[in-house]
């Protein structure tokens, strides 16, 4: 098995590409007019789903909400050489504050925003394991 896509379920396709081009600086690979889209992240893609296509193929889902004070139980994780500059171009992009960048025991540097639909992003440095 391989990874192959990570999907979240958003109100609005473009909406939510677009907020992660500005925000994170992701290039779209494209945006479906079936409810579908994609940002070039590496190996593994990051999509987006309308919460209808869900309804369309039968899943129920309890969407993200903006303005919830508990994100879902997920995130996604976003690796760069340059935290500082990454969490202040999310912030002023309108993603909201949960954690200003600080350094965890095994090293790396890590932030936390929510999207504007209120999904958990991590920004963060690559783990660097010694040993």
Same mark, same amino acid.
């Given at each position: !098995?391989?990874?192959?896509? *990570?999907?979240?379920? *958003? =109100?609005? %396709?473009?909406?939510? *590409?677009?907020?992660?081009?500005?925000?994170?600086?992701?290039?779209? /690979?494209?945006?479906?007019?079936?409810?579908? @889209?994609? !940002?070039? #992240?590496?190996?593994?893609?990051?999509?987006?789903?309308?919460?209808?296509? $869900?309804? /369309?193929?039968?899943?129920?889902? /309890? =969407?993200?909400?903006?303005?919830?004070?508990? =994100?879902?139980?997920?995130?996604?994780?976003?690796?760069?050489?340059?935290?500082? #500059? $990454?969490?202040? /171009?999310?912030? $002023?992009? @309108?993603?909201?504050?949960? !954690?200003?960048? #600080?350094?965890?025991?095994?090293?790396?540097? %890590?932030?936390?925003?929510?999207?504007?639909?209120?999904?958990? *992003?991590?920004?963060?440095?690559?783990?660097? !394991?010694?040993?």
């Amino acid at each position: !098995m391989q990874l192959g896509y *990570v999907i979240i379920y *958003v =109100p609005n %396709v473009l909406a939510a *590409v677009e907020f992660y081009e500005a925000a994170f600086g992701l290039r779209r /690979r494209f945006v479906h007019e079936s409810g579908y @889209g994609e !940002m070039d #992240t590496g190996a593994t893609a990051l999509g987006f789903a309308a919460e209808a296509l $869900a309804e /369309r193929h039968g899943i129920t889902i /309890r =969407p993200n909400i903006a303005d919830d004070n508990s =994100p879902a139980g997920a995130e996604i994780a976003l690796v760069t050489t340059d935290l500082d #500059t $990454a969490y202040a /171009r999310a912030i $002023a992009a @309108g993603a909201q504050e949960v !954690m200003e960048p #600080t350094r965890k025991p095994w090293g790396q540097h %890590v932030a936390y925003v929510r999207d504007l639909n209120g999904f958990l *992003v991590e920004l963060c440095t690559k783990v660097e !394991m010694a040993g």
